[in-house]
Protein backbone atom coordinates (compact mmCIF):
# COMPACT_ATOMS: atom_id res chain seq x y z
CA UNK A 1 0.00 0.00 0.00
CA UNK A 2 1.67 3.53 -1.25
CA UNK A 3 0.43 7.04 0.90
CA UNK A 4 1.42 10.41 -0.04
CA UNK A 5 2.28 9.75 -3.91
CA UNK A 6 2.82 13.38 -4.17
CA UNK A 7 5.29 14.09 -1.61
CA UNK A 8 2.83 16.12 0.43
CA UNK A 9 3.40 13.82 3.52
CA UNK A 10 5.22 15.28 6.51
CA UNK A 11 7.25 12.76 7.01
CA UNK A 12 8.30 14.13 10.53
CA UNK A 13 4.85 13.96 11.77
CA UNK A 14 4.44 10.35 10.31
CA UNK A 15 7.64 9.37 12.30
CA UNK A 16 6.36 10.72 15.53
CA UNK A 17 3.04 8.74 15.17
CA UNK A 18 4.80 5.37 14.21
CA UNK A 19 7.42 5.96 17.23
CA UNK A 20 4.29 6.85 19.90
CA UNK A 21 2.90 3.40 18.36
CA UNK A 22 6.20 1.71 19.21
CA UNK A 23 5.84 0.95 15.05
CA UNK A 24 9.22 -0.41 13.26
CA UNK A 25 9.65 1.46 9.74
CA UNK A 26 12.74 2.35 7.65
CA UNK A 27 13.57 5.47 6.01
CA UNK A 28 14.87 5.70 2.44
CA UNK A 29 16.90 8.61 1.12
CA UNK A 30 18.51 8.63 -2.67
CA UNK A 31 21.90 9.73 -2.11
CA UNK A 32 22.44 9.39 -6.08
CA UNK A 33 21.05 9.36 -9.41
CA UNK A 34 21.47 9.22 -13.02
CA UNK A 35 19.03 11.13 -15.01
CA UNK A 36 16.06 11.11 -16.26
CA UNK A 37 14.72 9.20 -13.08
CA UNK A 38 12.10 10.60 -11.59
CA UNK A 39 13.69 10.49 -8.12
CA UNK A 40 15.66 13.86 -6.95
CA UNK A 41 18.75 13.48 -4.38
CA UNK A 42 17.18 14.41 -1.11
CA UNK A 43 14.27 12.64 -1.60
CA UNK A 44 12.95 10.98 1.32
CA UNK A 45 10.18 8.26 2.40
CA UNK A 46 9.03 6.08 5.07
CA UNK A 47 8.78 2.78 4.61
CA UNK A 48 6.42 1.00 7.56
CA UNK A 49 6.64 -3.16 8.07
CA UNK A 50 3.32 -3.93 6.82
CA UNK A 51 4.84 -2.28 3.26
CA UNK A 52 2.78 1.50 3.33
CA UNK A 53 5.00 4.25 1.94
CA UNK A 54 4.86 7.92 2.74
CA UNK A 55 7.01 10.50 0.79
CA UNK A 56 8.30 10.34 -2.16
CA UNK A 57 11.50 7.87 -3.68
CA UNK A 58 11.13 7.41 -7.39
CA UNK A 59 8.56 6.38 -9.82
CA UNK A 60 6.25 3.23 -10.80
CA UNK A 61 9.64 0.74 -11.27
CA UNK A 62 11.50 2.10 -7.99
CA UNK A 63 8.77 1.92 -5.57
CA UNK A 64 8.06 -1.50 -5.41
CA UNK A 65 11.40 -2.39 -5.04
CA UNK A 66 11.78 0.29 -2.30
CA UNK A 67 8.87 -1.39 -0.18
CA UNK A 68 10.23 -4.46 -0.74
CA UNK A 69 13.77 -4.08 0.03
CA UNK A 70 12.42 -1.46 2.80
CA UNK A 71 11.06 -4.92 4.54
CA UNK A 72 13.89 -6.62 4.47
CA UNK A 73 16.05 -3.84 6.33
CA UNK A 74 13.86 -3.79 9.09
CA UNK A 75 13.57 -6.95 9.44
CA UNK A 76 17.48 -7.70 9.31
CA UNK A 77 17.73 -4.43 11.50
CA UNK A 78 20.90 -3.27 9.28
CA UNK A 79 20.84 -0.43 6.85
CA UNK A 80 21.62 -0.97 3.41
CA UNK A 81 22.46 1.17 0.22
CA UNK A 82 21.04 -0.04 -3.03
CA UNK A 83 21.60 0.57 -6.50
CA UNK A 84 18.57 0.36 -8.93
CA UNK A 85 19.23 0.33 -12.73
CA UNK A 86 21.22 -1.34 -15.50
CA UNK A 87 25.21 -1.87 -13.73
CA UNK A 88 26.89 -3.63 -16.57
CA UNK A 89 28.53 -0.48 -17.27
CA UNK A 90 29.24 1.03 -13.88
CA UNK A 91 31.78 0.16 -11.05
CA UNK A 92 29.95 0.03 -7.66
CA UNK A 93 31.54 0.02 -4.45
CA UNK A 94 31.97 -2.40 -2.11
CA UNK A 95 29.00 -3.30 0.19
CA UNK A 96 26.32 -2.07 -2.63
CA UNK A 97 23.23 -3.99 -3.25
CA UNK A 98 23.05 -4.20 -7.11
CA UNK A 99 19.05 -4.54 -8.08
CA UNK A 100 19.12 -4.75 -12.10
CA UNK A 101 16.02 -2.54 -13.34
CA UNK A 102 14.97 -2.40 -16.96
CA UNK A 103 12.92 0.62 -16.72
CA UNK A 104 11.66 2.74 -19.76
CA UNK A 105 13.35 5.99 -19.02
CA UNK A 106 16.48 4.27 -18.29
CA UNK A 107 17.28 6.14 -14.84
CA UNK A 108 19.04 4.80 -12.23
CA UNK A 109 19.05 5.39 -8.25
CA UNK A 110 21.22 4.66 -5.57
CA UNK A 111 18.95 4.86 -2.22
CA UNK A 112 20.26 4.01 1.71
CA UNK A 113 17.39 2.63 3.55
CA UNK A 114 18.09 3.04 7.15
CA UNK A 115 15.64 0.81 9.69
CA UNK A 116 14.30 3.11 12.78
CA UNK A 117 13.23 0.47 15.32
CA UNK A 118 11.53 1.66 18.69
CA UNK A 119 12.97 1.11 21.81
CA UNK A 120 12.41 -1.91 23.54
CA UNK A 121 9.20 -1.69 25.73
CA UNK A 122 9.76 -4.19 28.76
CA UNK A 123 6.86 -4.81 31.02
CA UNK A 124 7.88 -6.10 34.47
CA UNK A 125 5.50 -7.72 36.96
CA UNK A 126 6.31 -7.86 40.84
CA UNK A 127 6.99 -5.80 43.38
CA UNK A 128 10.87 -7.09 44.70
CA UNK A 129 13.88 -5.30 44.66
CA UNK A 130 15.00 -7.03 41.68
CA UNK A 131 12.03 -5.95 39.76
CA UNK A 132 12.76 -2.65 41.07
CA UNK A 133 16.63 -2.68 40.32
CA UNK A 134 15.48 -4.54 36.33
CA UNK A 135 12.98 -2.07 35.25
CA UNK A 136 15.52 1.10 36.57
CA UNK A 137 18.70 -0.80 34.55
CA UNK A 138 16.60 -1.01 31.38
CA UNK A 139 15.59 2.56 31.44
CA UNK A 140 19.01 3.78 31.84
CA UNK A 141 19.60 1.72 28.43
CA UNK A 142 16.49 3.47 26.85
CA UNK A 143 14.18 0.83 26.97
CA UNK A 144 10.27 1.52 27.66
CA UNK A 145 10.38 -0.11 30.77
CA UNK A 146 7.31 -0.46 33.26
CA UNK A 147 6.76 -2.41 36.44
CA UNK A 148 3.35 -3.35 37.82
CA UNK A 149 2.19 -5.33 40.52
CA UNK A 150 0.44 -8.50 39.68
CA UNK A 151 -2.64 -7.70 41.75
CA UNK A 152 -3.18 -4.97 38.49
CA UNK A 153 -1.60 -6.67 35.83
CA UNK A 154 -3.88 -7.86 33.10
CA UNK A 155 -3.09 -9.08 29.19
CA UNK A 156 -4.13 -5.63 27.81
CA UNK A 157 -1.54 -4.10 29.10
CA UNK A 158 0.86 -5.94 26.54
CA UNK A 159 1.27 -6.01 23.04
CA UNK A 160 3.21 -7.94 20.25
CA UNK A 161 6.53 -5.96 20.30
CA UNK A 162 6.17 -6.19 24.45
CA UNK A 163 9.17 -7.75 26.27
CA UNK A 164 7.68 -9.49 29.22
CA UNK A 165 9.65 -10.52 32.42
CA UNK A 166 7.06 -12.51 35.19
CA UNK A 167 8.72 -11.64 38.48
CA UNK A 168 6.11 -12.25 40.99
CA UNK A 169 7.89 -14.78 42.36
CA UNK A 170 5.09 -17.65 44.10
CA UNK A 171 2.47 -14.22 44.45
CA UNK A 172 -0.03 -15.57 41.71
CA UNK A 173 2.66 -16.80 38.92
CA UNK A 174 0.04 -19.22 37.34
CA UNK A 175 -3.00 -15.89 36.87
CA UNK A 176 0.11 -13.90 35.88
CA UNK A 177 1.68 -15.90 33.44
CA UNK A 178 -1.29 -16.90 31.61
CA UNK A 179 -2.35 -13.36 31.07
CA UNK A 180 0.95 -12.78 29.65
CA UNK A 181 1.05 -15.78 26.92
CA UNK A 182 -2.35 -15.00 26.23
CA UNK A 183 -1.40 -11.38 24.53
CA UNK A 184 1.36 -13.51 22.72
CA UNK A 185 4.44 -10.46 23.26
CA UNK A 186 7.31 -11.09 21.39
CA UNK A 187 9.07 -12.58 24.29
CA UNK A 188 7.67 -13.90 27.62
CA UNK A 189 11.02 -14.48 30.55
CA UNK A 190 10.00 -16.00 34.24
CA UNK A 191 11.95 -15.21 36.93
CA UNK A 192 12.12 -18.74 38.36
CA UNK A 193 14.06 -22.08 39.11
CA UNK A 194 13.71 -24.96 36.92
CA UNK A 195 11.19 -26.81 39.29
CA UNK A 196 9.32 -24.02 39.95
CA UNK A 197 8.61 -23.20 36.25
CA UNK A 198 7.83 -26.59 35.67
CA UNK A 199 5.10 -26.91 38.21
CA UNK A 200 3.63 -23.40 36.72
CA UNK A 201 3.49 -24.18 33.39
CA UNK A 202 2.14 -27.70 33.81
CA UNK A 203 -0.91 -26.13 36.44
CA UNK A 204 -1.44 -24.42 33.46
CA UNK A 205 -1.21 -27.34 30.59
CA UNK A 206 -3.66 -29.24 33.14
CA UNK A 207 -5.97 -26.45 32.52
CA UNK A 208 -5.98 -26.03 28.98
CA UNK A 209 -3.85 -23.26 27.86
CA UNK A 210 -2.31 -24.30 24.76
CA UNK A 211 1.00 -25.66 24.50
CA UNK A 212 2.29 -23.83 21.50
CA UNK A 213 1.56 -20.34 24.37
CA UNK A 214 3.20 -22.29 26.87
CA UNK A 215 6.43 -22.99 24.92
CA UNK A 216 6.95 -19.15 24.47
CA UNK A 217 8.13 -18.99 27.99
CA UNK A 218 11.15 -18.75 28.99
CA UNK A 219 12.21 -19.87 32.45
CA UNK A 220 14.62 -19.81 34.21
CA UNK A 221 16.20 -16.16 32.17
CA UNK A 222 19.18 -14.39 33.12
CA UNK A 223 22.75 -15.14 32.47
CA UNK A 224 24.61 -17.30 34.97
CA UNK A 225 26.61 -14.78 36.14
CA UNK A 226 27.03 -16.22 39.50
CA UNK A 227 24.17 -14.13 40.83
CA UNK A 228 23.19 -13.64 44.55
CA UNK A 229 21.74 -10.23 45.07
CA UNK A 230 18.96 -8.66 43.85
CA UNK A 231 21.13 -5.83 41.53
CA UNK A 232 23.14 -8.99 40.05
CA UNK A 233 20.29 -11.24 39.51
CA UNK A 234 18.34 -8.07 37.48
CA UNK A 235 22.19 -7.49 35.72
CA UNK A 236 21.94 -11.32 34.66
CA UNK A 237 18.57 -11.04 33.04
CA UNK A 238 18.95 -7.32 31.32
CA UNK A 239 22.21 -8.84 29.93
CA UNK A 240 19.98 -11.97 28.38
CA UNK A 241 17.85 -10.00 26.85
CA UNK A 242 20.35 -7.44 25.43
CA UNK A 243 21.70 -10.49 23.81
CA UNK A 244 18.43 -11.44 22.72
CA UNK A 245 17.90 -8.16 21.37
CA UNK A 246 21.33 -8.29 19.21
CA UNK A 247 20.30 -11.68 17.39
CA UNK A 248 16.97 -10.20 16.37
CA UNK A 249 15.00 -12.66 18.80
CA UNK A 250 13.11 -9.46 20.14
CA UNK A 251 11.16 -8.49 17.15
CA UNK A 252 7.92 -9.59 18.06
CA UNK A 253 7.41 -11.59 14.39
CA UNK A 254 3.85 -13.36 13.86
CA UNK A 255 3.91 -17.21 13.37
CA UNK A 256 1.42 -19.26 12.63
CA UNK A 257 -0.07 -21.70 15.39
CA UNK A 258 0.27 -25.73 14.72
CA UNK A 259 -3.02 -25.77 13.12
CA UNK A 260 -4.15 -28.72 15.72
CA UNK A 261 -4.37 -26.46 18.40
CA UNK A 262 -5.80 -23.38 16.38
CA UNK A 263 -8.72 -25.91 16.02
CA UNK A 264 -8.84 -27.09 20.20
CA UNK A 265 -7.22 -24.02 21.55
CA UNK A 266 -10.31 -22.68 24.11
CA UNK A 267 -11.17 -19.38 24.49
CA UNK A 268 -9.49 -16.71 26.72
CA UNK A 269 -9.82 -13.40 26.96
CA UNK A 270 -9.65 -12.24 22.86
CA UNK A 271 -6.32 -11.55 23.00
CA UNK A 272 -4.94 -14.34 20.69
CA UNK A 273 -5.78 -13.46 17.33
CA UNK A 274 -5.23 -14.98 13.96
CA UNK A 275 -2.15 -14.76 11.95
CA UNK A 276 -1.04 -11.90 9.94
CA UNK A 277 -0.39 -13.16 6.87
CA UNK A 278 2.27 -11.49 3.97
CA UNK A 279 1.22 -10.11 1.10
CA UNK A 280 1.98 -12.25 -2.22
CA UNK A 281 4.37 -11.22 -4.60
CA UNK A 282 4.58 -12.11 -8.80
CA UNK A 283 7.14 -11.92 -11.26
CA UNK A 284 6.55 -9.33 -13.70
CA UNK A 285 6.77 -11.82 -17.10
CA UNK A 286 7.41 -8.76 -18.84
CA UNK A 287 10.11 -6.31 -17.66
CA UNK A 288 11.00 -9.06 -14.55
CA UNK A 289 10.39 -6.64 -12.03
CA UNK A 290 8.82 -8.34 -8.68
CA UNK A 291 5.38 -6.76 -7.83
CA UNK A 292 2.50 -7.33 -5.14
CA UNK A 293 0.55 -9.96 -6.25
CA UNK A 294 -3.22 -7.85 -5.90
CA UNK A 295 -5.82 -6.01 -7.70
CA UNK A 296 -3.91 -2.60 -8.03
CA UNK A 297 -0.80 -4.28 -10.25
CA UNK A 298 -2.81 -4.64 -13.60
CA UNK A 299 -3.43 -8.38 -13.10
CA UNK A 300 -4.24 -10.38 -16.13
CA UNK A 301 -5.43 -13.85 -16.76
CA UNK A 302 -4.18 -16.19 -19.63
CA UNK A 303 -4.50 -20.45 -19.81
CA UNK A 304 -5.76 -20.20 -16.06
CA UNK A 305 -2.64 -18.75 -14.39
CA UNK A 306 -3.38 -14.86 -13.32
CA UNK A 307 -0.11 -12.39 -14.15
CA UNK A 308 0.38 -9.31 -12.36
CA UNK A 309 2.65 -6.10 -13.89
CA UNK A 310 4.23 -3.23 -12.43
CA UNK A 311 2.46 -0.99 -15.47
CA UNK A 312 -0.47 -1.03 -17.99
CA UNK A 313 2.90 -1.02 -20.46
CA UNK A 314 4.15 -4.73 -19.56
CA UNK A 315 -0.02 -6.25 -19.13
CA UNK A 316 -0.66 -4.97 -22.85
CA UNK A 317 2.65 -5.56 -24.20
CA UNK A 318 1.60 -9.47 -22.10
CA UNK A 319 -1.74 -9.32 -23.68
CA UNK A 320 -0.48 -8.64 -27.36
CA UNK A 321 2.12 -11.44 -27.16
CA UNK A 322 1.60 -13.85 -23.89
CA UNK A 323 4.14 -16.66 -25.19
CA UNK A 324 6.81 -14.68 -26.24
CA UNK A 325 7.73 -13.51 -22.59
CA UNK A 326 6.38 -16.94 -21.32
CA UNK A 327 9.61 -18.43 -23.67
CA UNK A 328 12.07 -15.76 -21.31
CA UNK A 329 12.09 -12.49 -23.24
CA UNK A 330 11.90 -9.26 -21.44
CA UNK A 331 11.94 -5.89 -22.49
CA UNK A 332 11.87 -2.33 -21.01
CA UNK A 333 8.42 -1.55 -19.36
CA UNK A 334 6.37 1.12 -19.77
CA UNK A 335 6.19 3.28 -16.12
CA UNK A 336 8.20 5.74 -14.85
CA UNK A 337 11.04 5.06 -12.40
Known amino acids: MTTGANGSDDLDAVSRDLERRGQEYAVATVVWRQAPSSGQIGSRAIITGDGQLHGWIGGACAEPTVIREAQRVIRSGEAQLFFLGASEELMLPDGVTSIPMSCQSEGALQIYIEPMLPPVRLIVIGHS ?24 FSSAEVD ?38 DAVLGYLADRGVPAHLLERVHAPIG ?37 SEQATAPATDGRIELPVLQP ?28 HFCCVGCRDAFADDPERFLAGATQSCGGAD
Open 129 to 152: PMARHLTELATVLGWRAELIAGAD
Open 160 to 197: RQSVVVVATQGHGDEDVLRDAVSAMPAYVGMVASRKRA
Open 223 to 259: LDLGSTTHSEIAVSILAELVQLRAAGELAGELTEEPA
Open 280 to 307: TTALDPVCGMTVPADDAHYPHEHAGTTY
